[in-house]
């Protein structure tokens, strides 16, 4: 129900920032909660953050506390984590998810970009 496209990765330095856009397509968007996940070579995918369209309900991994923040621009449609003082472990692709705005911030997902990568280097 949900298409997402996301953009904006690439490579970047140690200590560096960057900023994923994730444009969102869809009937009912505002009654979505929108979340970045991210996957590494040989890992499971892992939840980064999550926020919802209307609102300022956020949550966060405890790994990118304090470096990562999500926002959303209503008008565009569109998702952006801005992420800031990175590091090599954050190296990884990263996928923007929707779902209904219900339930766990984490689990439950069921629309998925195709990913975009990011490479931190030391």
């Known amino acids: 129900q949900v298409q997402l496209v996301e953009s904006g990765g690439g490579l970047v330095q140690a200590g560096g920032s960057l900023r994923l856009s994730c444009t969102a397509s869809g009937h009912t968007l505002r009654r979505y909660r929108m979340a970045w996940f991210r996957q590494a070579p040989g890992k499971e995918r892992e939840f980064v953050a999550a926020?919802?369209?209307?609102?300022?309900?956020?949550y966060y991994a405890d790994s990118v506390k304090g470096r990562f923040t999500a926002s959303r621009d209503n008008a565009k449609n569109i998702v952006y984590l801005q992420m800031n003082s990175l590091k090599p472990e954050d190296t990884a692709v990263y996928y923007c998810?929707?779902?209904?705005?219900?339930?766990?911030?984490?689990?439950?997902?069921?629309?998925w970009g195709q990913g975009t990568q990011v490479t931190v280097s030391s």
């Open positions: 998810a929707a779902k209904i705005s219900l339930g766990s911030y984490t689990e439950g997902y069921r629309d």
């Open positions: 926020v919802n369209w209307s609102g300022e309900t956020e």
